[in-house]
């Protein structure tokens, strides 16, 4: 009887054990898979290994990005208050994203604080409003809020996270940081206190841009965009090149933005669909759909012209851009009269010859972007050169009268001598 009651409570024992060691495996898979990164549910949901672009449709004004287009500060919006949240952007990924982009990722509470509770707009592009906001270390930054009712957002936002966070140099707008939290989609930039070029070149009662500043702004675009083509590895294009999108900073320095509609240079055999903006198109693409580096370059050669005479493209730009091509100096008949006088002819007709080039209507006859680059530092270059010579020959000049003026005086003291002597 003894040995069936020992052998009663030896079996209770192990089932009591063995139930305890079922339930504790059960509890620690739970764990394990609750831990775990989930994977994409469908197709739509894909990692940043394989983002897809943004696909737009064609209108007046073809996918504007977000951009300091406008710098005039607008207190007391409640934007963000009003707008819906965007129920395909859920945060399930949001992990998994911060730790491919290697960016720092902020809370809606950080970005909240930071722009004193969205506040103050900096500009308003078809994307959303962008904010100026001051960070806890006392940096000033902007942030660009992605509208959720953009079908393209989501697509955006994961472009330029993507692009920017592999992307560095001095003359690309640099990333911060980003936001991805209660169905908002952010992103932090550097803040550029002068604000855009098209601001800068077309707002009425602003500080006129100089020619050599101008000159600068372009050879600083062309630095940029050769980055973009011959630095990064796989090339990108950037696809949206417009006033715009180029930003400059307090010293007067223009930085290439808005890398939403960018591509990397590689063939993905899908049909994108038409991007860009109106006036800055390359014609062949639009006949062709097939964009190339040789696009941007038609896309700068416009800005160069925006430089040379302040006329937009949406102005009849390229009308004025032709009839002026018909003779060696009918840039001079365009060139913004706000500087007319105050530069050089020979250099303003140099840089519309480049001009002209970028764009050829064949994309085989127009320079590559590090030909064109060079072609700027050149006129630059001639232009310190002289203004060195100058100098030069100034400061001889300036030492020679005084010379004189040393030895007419010696002169005086000496007549001044005999005079006594002979006395």
């Known amino acids: 009887m003894v040995r069936k009651t020992d052998l009663v409570i030896i079996g209770i024992s192990v089932g009591v054990a063995a139930g305890v060691l079922i339930a504790s495996l059960i509890l620690f898979g739970i764990c394990w898979y609750k831990k775990r990164p989930h994977l994409p549910r469908s197709a739509n949901d894909r990692s940043l290994a394989t983002l897809p672009i943004r696909r737009n449709g064609l209108g007046t004004s073809i996918e504007l990005s977000a951009s300091l287009s406008n710098s005039e500060i607008i207190k007391?919006?409640?934007?963000?208050?009003?707008?819906?949240?965007?129920?395909?952007?859920?945060?399930?990924?949001?992990d998994r994203f911060a730790s491919a982009s290697g960016l720092p990722r902020y809370s809606y509470k950080d970005i909240q604080k930071a722009t004193q509770n969205f506040t103050t707009i900096l500009g308003q592009g078809s994307f959303g409003p962008v904010y100026k906001a001051v960070m806890p270390t006392g940096e000033l930054v902007a942030v660009k809020v992605l509208a959720s009712n953009s079908k393209q957002g989501e697509k955006e936002f994961h472009t330029e996270v993507s692009l920017l966070a592999r992307l560095h140099h001095r003359n690309l707008v640099n990333l911060i940081g980003y936001c991805v939290d209660k169905g908002e989609r952010m992103l932090v930039y550097?803040?550029?206190?002068?604000?855009?070029?098209?601001?800068?070149?077309y707002n009425e009662g602003e500080e006129v841009l100089s020619w050599e500043e101008r000159l600068q702004i372009a050879l600083d675009i062309s630095h940029g965009i050769e980055y973009l083509h011959?630095?990064?590895?796989?090339?990108?294009?950037?696809?949206?090149?417009?006033?715009?999108?180029?930003?400059?900073?307090?010293?007067?320095?223009?930085?290439?933005?808005?890398?939403?509609?960018?591509?990397?240079?590689?063939?993905?055999?899908?049909?994108?669909?038409?991007?860009?903006?109106?006036?800055?198109?390359?014609?062949v693409y639009i006949s062709t759909n097939e964009f190339t580096t040789k696009s941007d370059v038609y896309s700068f050669g416009v800005i160069l012209f925006e430089l040379i005479t302040a006329i937009h493209p949406h102005q009849n730009l390229m009308e004025y851009v032709n009839l002026a091509g018909m003779s060696s100096d009918g840039v001079d008949e365009i060139l913004d009269t706000r500087i007319f006088g105050t530069c050089n002819p020979v250099e303003v007709r140099s840089l519309a010859k480049i001009a002209h080039k970028c764009l050829q209507k064949t994309p085989r006859k127009r320079p590559s972007i590090g030909e064109v680059s060079q072609a700027i530092l050149k006129i630059k270059q001639i232009r310190l050169?002289?203004?060195?010579?100058?100098?030069?020959?100034?400061?001889?000049?300036?030492?020679?009268?005084?010379?004189?003026?040393?030895?007419?005086?010696?002169?005086?003291?000496?007549?001044?001598?005999?005079e006594r002597l002979n006395q």
């Open 76 to 94: 007391g919006s409640d934007y963000l208050a009003k707008k819906p949240q965007n129920p395909r952007w859920s945060n399930h990924s949001k």
């Open 190 to 201: 550097e803040f550029m206190s002068n604000g855009s070029l098209d601001n800068l070149l």
């Open 230 to 283: 011959d630095g990064a590895v796989p090339p990108v294009i950037h696809r949206d090149l417009k006033s715009s999108n180029i930003l400059l900073d307090r010293s007067m320095r223009a930085k290439v933005a808005d890398f939403g509609l960018s591509k990397e240079e590689v063939f993905d055999g899908h049909n994108s669909g038409l991007k860009g903006t109106y006036g800055y198109i390359d014609p």
């Open 385 to 418: 050169v002289k203004e060195d010579t100058l100098s030069f020959v100034g400061e001889d000049f300036s030492r020679a009268l005084s010379r004189i003026e040393t030895q007419q005086l010696e002169l005086k003291n000496m007549a001044s001598i005999d």
